[in-house]
T-cell receptor, first 112, second 119 residues
């Protein structure tokens, strides 16, 4: 079956711009979460959605936001980009059962 | 607050050697979930195992085995007869209880251990 799909794979943006990243979960998975991975901070939790509701949020500024649609697809948005936002952004989906979260290949964002 | 420590930043072994990756966690909850993930150079995190806090049985899956010890808050991962394809960054992660008593739907990751298996 198809895995978690993230688009785009690579993105280059300029400081001050905004960006929207997309995540399509595995069919039937209603939980979608987002993580930021940087060399310095490692993997950090951004937020998690289930049935269009945010259930948990990490310690990130309000410039980071997300949403989930009725088909479980999710988007995250970063406004007023800063150089420090350069990172690999990973999306994960989960059935809610006894297995683990399935991650996508990520979107590598570079802010210049 | 939860915390996961992977003290080994990098490990280098020769093919066919056994290697153990250490993971120590902290949580105040009595119910929690532990995970191991593998991240090859492609970047995707590959799920290896999930363990519930009330199940302390060790697990073996092929060349992989996991030793969960609540008494020492450790969840170590051993690869037997390592292969070059095992080269990757390995992450240990913890998910503990949310307000409702179920999972808090958030993974707290360790910093990862870079494993290099040389031929």
């Amino acid at each position: 079956k198809a895995g978690v799909t993230q688009t785009p794979r690579y993105l280059i943006k300029t400081r001050g711009q905004q960006v929207t990243l997309s995540c399509s979960p595995i069919s039937g998975h209603r939980s979608v979460s987002w993580y930021q991975q940087t060399p310095g901070q490692g993997l950090q939790f951004l937020f998690e959605y289930f049935s269009e509701t945010q259930r948990n949020k990490g310690n990130f500024p309000g410039r980071f936001s997300g949403r989930q649609f009725s088909n479980s697809r999710s988007e995250m948005n970063v406004s007023t980009l800063e150089l420090g936002d350069s990172a690999l952004y990973l999306c994960a989906s989960w059935t809610g059962g006894l297995d683990g979260y399935t991650f996508g290949s990520g979107t590598r964002l570079t802010v210049v | 607050a939860q915390k996961v420590t992977q003290a080994q930043t990098e490990i280098s072994v020769v093919e066919k050697e056994d290697v153990t990756l250490d993971c120590v966690y902290e949580t105040r909850d009595t119910t929690y979930y532990l995970f191991w993930y593998k991240q090859p150079p492609s970047g995707e995190l590959v799920f290896l195992i999930r363990r519930n806090s009330f199940d302390e049985q060790n697990e073996i899956s092929g060349r992989y085995s996991w030793n969960f010890q609540k008494s020492t808050s450790s969840f170590n991962f051993t690869i037997t007869a390592s292969q070059v394809v095992d080269s990757a960054v390995y992450f240990c992660a913890l998910s503990d209880q949310g307000i409702s008593g179920g999972s808090n739907y958030k993974l707290t990751f360790g910093k990862g251990t870079l494993l290099t298996v040389n031929p």
